[in-house]
Structures are given as structure tokens and as C-alpha cells.
């Protein structure tokens, strides 16, 4: 293959396997992982799924809330009941944007920031026990393929809705989606 080539994908209706595909498989190993990062969670009276808004937070991943709403997947009103939750956890705050009052910009309060370091080890135990027998290389290269999954997640979502394979009423059902919190 010369780097002129463009790929496409490789999945039709006669090569699409229900049980051994990559969507399934990326769906399953993010749900075994949440399952076990919820689980060491609650014993810091937390969520997974705050958790990981805290991480993300704590990190400098997603400091407003329509930014966490993109990364994470939430729509805006789960987003603000999350929030509320933290809010009243004592573990964020929220605050106009000094740059564009418009915008909320979301950080960890002093609560959050003493907690913020022993949520980490969370992170670092459950990947290393994750990707157990993985090298560093496949690590890498494994890292790497879910971040151009993710580079072709964020053009589709900048596409106008017709040029969707799936019927408008599909599509809009399926795109973005409250989370449980």
C-alpha cells in the first residue's frame, strides 16, 4: 500500500459478524473497564461515571460543561445533573467564563483537588490490569488506532445529517444519548 491509497472500510452486510466485530468488542472492553473503575469508585463515595468527569476535570481533558457534554457523550441536561451532583459533593464549581460569559467553565474545588490525586491510581491500576500482555509498542500502536477512530467519530459529527446512511429518525435516536449518572 503506498500512503497515496486511501483506505476504506472493510465492513459490509455479507462480512458484518454481529458477535465478532470491532464496535462490539471496543463496547464491551469500555463496559468492563467502567464496571470495574465504578466499583473502586464507590469506595471514595463517587461514581464511576463521576469519576470520570472528575478525571477528565482534574486532568485539563474537558473544563466546561459542553465540552465534557462532547467527550463524554452526555447531553446537556445529564450533564447539568451531574454537575449538580459534584456540585453538592463539594467536589467542583462552576463559573462564567471570564473570556465568554456565555460559557461555563467547570473546575475542581479545593475538595476535588485533595481528592483528584487518589482517583489517578484508579486509572493507572485498572489500564495496567486492562492490558495485561500488551507491550509498551502495542499499547502505543493500540492507542493510536482508537484515536483515529475517535478523528473519524468527530467528522461524522461534523457532517450534515443527510449524508448519513440512516434514516433521520434512526440517526437522531441513536447520536447522542443521556447517560445515567
Not at 469519576?51 to 467527550?71: D, F, K, P, S
Not at 473570556?99 to 475542581?108: A, K, P, W
Request: net charge negative.
Amino acid at each position: 500500500m503506498t500512503s497515496d491509497e486511501v483506505l476504506h472500510a472493510s465492513v459490509s452486510e455479507e462480512t458484518y459478524d454481529p458477535v465478532r466485530n470491532v464496535g462490539r468488542t471496543l463496547h464491551d472492553a469500555a463496559a468492563q473497564m467502567t464496571h470495574a473503575v465504578d466499583r473502586r469508585a464507590r469506595a471514595f463515595g463517587i461514581t464511576g461515571a463521576q469519576w470520570v468527569v472528575l478525571i477528565r476535570i482534574g486532568g485539563g481533558i474537558g473544563n466546561t460543561a459542553t465540552e465534557l457534554c462532547r467527550t463524554l457523550g452526555y447531553d446537556s441536561g445529564a450533564m447539568t445533573r451531574m454537575l449538580d451532583r459534584l456540585e453538592k459533593l463539594d467536589l467542583v464549581r462552576r463559573a462564567p467564563s471570564p473570556q465568554d460569559g456565555r460559557v461555563t467553565d467547570v473546575f475542581l474545588s479545593p475538595a476535588g483537588e485533595a481528592l483528584y490525586p487518589r482517583l489517578r491510581p484508579i486509572a493507572i491500576d485498572e489500564l495496567n490490569r486492562h492490558l495485561k500482555g500488551f507491550s509498551t509498542a502495542e499499547i502505543a500502536l493500540f492507542t493510536s488506532f482508537l484515536e483515529r477512530v475517535i478523528a473519524n467519530g468527530r467528522a461524522i459529527d461534523s457532517e450534515p445529517p443527510d449524508n448519513h446512511p440512516c434514516p433521520p429518525s434512526a440517526a437522531s435516536s441513536e447520536g447522542r444519548h443521556s447517560r445515567s449518572e
